[in-house]
C-alpha cells in the first residue's frame, strides 16, 4: 500500500462522496425491486390486462433464469459496491466492476442473442443507456476516491 492509499483510507469520506454514496443504495435498490417485479411477474396476465403487449409478454417469458441472475447480480453488486464506496474501500472498483459485466450480459442477450429485442418497448433502450452509464460512472467514481 502506498501513502497516498493510506491518507485517503484514514481521512474522512467527504459528504459529497457520502451522499453519492447514498444515492447509490437507492438507485440499485430500485434495481433490485425492478429485477423482482420482472421475474415474479406473471407475463401472460399482464399482457391479457392490457399493460403490455403479448410479444413483451413473450420475451419476457423467455429469458433463462441464468440471465435474470445476471440482473440481479448487477443490481445487488451495485447496491454493495455502493456500501464500499461509502466508506472508501478499494474493493468497491472490483464490486462494480461485476456489476457492470452482469450489466452488459443482461443487455446482451435481451437486445443481442435473444431476438426479443424489438418486441420490448423502445424506452427500455434509453433505461439501458442510463442503467450502464450510471454503472460506469460508479466504476469510475471508485477508481478515483477510494
Known sequence: M?????S????????WLKIVSVIGVIWYAFGLLQFWMGYSMDPAAVAAAGEISAGHAAAIAQT???????FASASAAGL?????LFKRSRTAVTVFTISLIAGVIYYVWVYGLSGTGSARPSEEIIIMLVVLGVTLGFNVLSRKQT
Open 8 to 15: 485517503r483510507q484514514s481521512s474522512q469520506t467527504p459528504i
Open 2 to 6: 502506498n501513502t497516498a492509499t493510506l
Open 64 to 70: 433463462p433464469g441464468l440471465i435474470w441472475l445476471s
Open 80 to 84: 454493495v459496491g455502493s456500501l464500499l
